[in-house]
């Protein structure tokens, strides 16, 4: 049996959720959590993100504010990051990543990207683009991981949420390059978009998983049965999961400068880890721009509904 200490993934009223940081830390404790993360969505969501840097700001010092009122509770203060372009830009400027605890990043369809030609990409694959045009749907395919992927390699991320929401992925592509970041996949207690094919896939390339609520009321903070269920159908073991219980392993993460200095953000993937099927040779006339080359069909997978 997987059991948790943590759950990295909650929303206020600073962006959809339905109640305030402290009663999202009550709810944690009455979970018998040791840890909860506000991570509310960044300030480019169209409906529901944070209210800017001012909004972002209020969310960090009421996070402050709340550390020590929950005896045994520790308090992270994240964001989910909207990632707002094909290149992975993130709608959180650097000089207020660097204040967070945590940092989560995902795709959203309702993002307010400031070229629309960065985002028409990214919503072709949304329904009902993807069952009008099964040509558009593949591209979309295409554009989404490689969203992903350079988001991943370009910014300091903790846990991409709920990948392959209503916005079809390559699995495999955005896992390997995860592992080599050091950045974890969600599995998503809410959603269940990450189903236990998916995390089966997935594991083959050694990223690690996090177990997460996505509650948007503190009611649904620290329920997290779904996402255990998925993972234990999966066959993971307890170690390739970041909030699972272990002896000795009394905290995820801790607050620290970022997986990378934000000057360093820019630079690719480190190499691929050793896999079974064999590398190519780079073609001498084309550099490709992203640090892996994406994949049109999953190794052992169905297409993300």
């Known amino acids: ?32 959590l040791a840890e909860v993360a506000i991570t509310d969505h960044g300030p480019g969501h169209v409906l529901f993100g944070v209210r800017g840097e001012p909004g972002l700001r209020r969310l960090l010092a009421d996070v402050a504010r709340c550390r020590g009122e929950v005896p045994g509770v520790r308090v992270l203060a994240g964001v989910e990051a909207n990632v707002v372009s094909p290149g992975g830009r993130l709608d959180i400027p650097p000089h207020l990543t660097r204040r967070l605890d945590i940092v989560l990043a995902g795709l959203h369809p309702g993002v307010w990207p400031r070229l629309l030609a960065d985002v028409l990409p990214l919503i072709a694959g949304a329904p009902p683009f993807a069952l009008l045009s099964p040509r558009l749907a593949r591209k979309a395919r295409l554009a989404n991981t490689k969203a992903l992927v350079e988001a991943v390699c370009r910014n300091s991320i903790d846990i991409i949420t709920h990948p392959g929401l209503r916005l079809n992925i390559d699995t495999a592509e955005l896992a390997g390059a995860c592992a080599r970041r050091g950045t974890a996949l969600e599995i998503n207690s809410a959603h269940g978009c990450l189903t236990a094919d998916y995390v089966r896939v997935a ?3 050694r990223v690690d998983f996090a177990i997460c609520s996505d509650a948007h009321s503190p009611e649904r903070v620290g329920a997290l049965r779904r996402g255990v269920a998925i993972a234990e159908q999966a066959g993971l073991a307890p170690e390739r999961i970041r909030n699972a219980r272990l002896p000795g392993r009394r905290r995820a993460w801790r607050r620290r ?6 000057a360093e953000s820019a630079r690719r993937c480190p190499p691929p880890l050793p896999a079974a099927r064999p590398s190519r040779p780079p073609r001498e006339r084309h550099i490709a721009p992203a640090p892996a080359v994406i994949r049109q069909e999953m190794d ?4 993300n509904p």
């Open 257 to 262: 400068a970022r997986l990378l200095a934000l």
């Open 300 to 303: 052992g997978a169905r297409p």
């Open 1 to 32: 049996m997987i059991e948790l200490f943590g759950d990295y993934h909650t929303h206020t009223r600073y962006s959809h959720g339905r109640g305030t940081v402290l009663d999202n830390v009550l709810a944690a404790k009455r979970r018998g």
């Open 203 to 205: 594991a083959r390339h």
